[in-house]
T-cell receptor, first 109, second 113 residues
Framework: RKEVEQDPGPFNVPEGATVAFNCTYS??????FFWYRQDCRKEPKLLMS???SGNEDGRFTAQLNRASQYISLLIRDSKLSDSATYLC??????????FGTGTSLTVIP | DVKVTQSSRYLVKRTGEKVFLECVQD?????MFWYRQDPGLGLRLIYF???????EKGDIPEGYSVSREKKERFSLILESASTNQTSMYLC????????????FGPGTRLLVL
């Protein structure tokens, strides 16, 4: 089992749709979680941290489910500009992040 | 804004050549990282450093070495490049505390022929 797993997709959704991605992790003691966005042929950029109580930033909502060991990212009212690959990052060992392989999202007009 | 820069966006090298990839960050971050990113495998950590002259192996250090002589600069060295080292190389930095947010450079696409 991979330490951090994501559904690679691709997810193809129409503009305005709501889409959700999950990311499962192997270490129940993990403390830090992040979502990154990566555009084609660019570097990953931090989208948002994931807090225990869940957090929201505009159309984006991140949640943590410790019991089932996954984090989620919900995007509401999808825009064309949301098309990208979304990477989750989990601190599994206290000194190293593990990244998922990414979930590809394409928002269709 | 945090700025992480990498010396080259694209590099083409021949098998057996010694390759240097440079990374510089301007935010006085303690930690610096080198990853490679390959399709289907995601980001894999090669080496990281939490202080000047300190280095730690990541998950795939074989065939690579690193150097951190100054806080702002972290170099990745391929002693003898091989075709299986063709990849996208990403440098990142973060504040003290290794579980802090990492900020990435633009990446170097390396092709080894």
């Amino acid at each position: 089992r991979k330490e951090v797993e994501q559904d690679p997709g691709p997810f193809n959704v129409p503009e305005g749709a709501t889409v959700a991605f999950n990311c499962t992790y192997s270490n129940s003691a993990s403390q830090s979680f992040f979502w990154y966005r990566q555009d084609c042929r660019k570097e990953p950029k931090l989208l948002m941290s994931v807090y225990s109580s869940g957090n929201e930033d505009g159309r984006f909502t991140a949640q943590l489910n410790r019991a089932s060991q996954y984090i989620s990212l919900l995007i509401r009212d999808s825009k064309l500009s949301d098309s990208a690959t979304y990477l989750c990052a989990v601190d599994l060992t206290g000194n190293q992040f593990y990244f998922g392989t990414g979930t590809s999202l394409t928002v269709i007009p | 804004d945090v700025k992480v820069t990498q010396s080259s966006r694209y590099l083409v090298k021949r098998t057996g050549e010694k390759v240097f990839l440079e990374c510089v960050q301007d935010m006085d971050h303690e930690n610096m990282f080198w990853y490679r990113q390959d399709p289907g495998l995601g980001l894999r950590l090669i080496y990281f450093s939490y202080d000047v002259k300190m280095k730690e192996k990541g998950d795939i250090p074989e065939g690579y070495s690193v150097s951190r002589e100054k806080k702002e600069r972290f170099s990745l060295i391929l002693e003898s490049a091989s075709t299986n080292q063709t990849s996208m190389y990403l440098c990142a930095s973060s504040l003290s505390g290794l579980a802090e947010t990492q900020y990435f450079g633009p990446g170097t696409r390396l092709l080894v022929l």
